[in-house]
């Protein structure tokens, strides 16, 4: 195996690079893949899940045994989360209309 100049043990000597997605801390890699997904969106080719596609995922992935399981303390946290992040969405959805403006969902400044 050749190794390659900047690398400590090549392409796939399994070495530690300082390079590439994967060398990056988890909140930059957060925020690049947040920038895609947006962009995604705004270009319309992000793909979308219907409610069937989401259910036969989910049916495969409880097959396959890769299915998170919540348990009780956890499905209560992922409640309270989901509802406070609806009350804050609405609110600012009314602030937004109540003030004349026309975007519903005001984009947070990178």
Partial sequence: ??????????????????????????????EIA????????????AHEFTPEEASRAGRRAHESGNAHEFNSEEARAAGRKGGQSSRRNRAEQQQATSSGGTEPHPQKAP
């Fill in 34 to 45: 947040s920038k895609g997904g947006r962009a995604a969106h705004a270009q319309g080719s």
């Fill in 1 to 30: 195996m050749t190794t390659q100049p900047g690398s400590e043990q090549g392409s796939h000597g399994g070495g530690t690079s300082k390079r590439g997605f994967a060398s990056m801390d988890a909140a930059k890699q957060r």
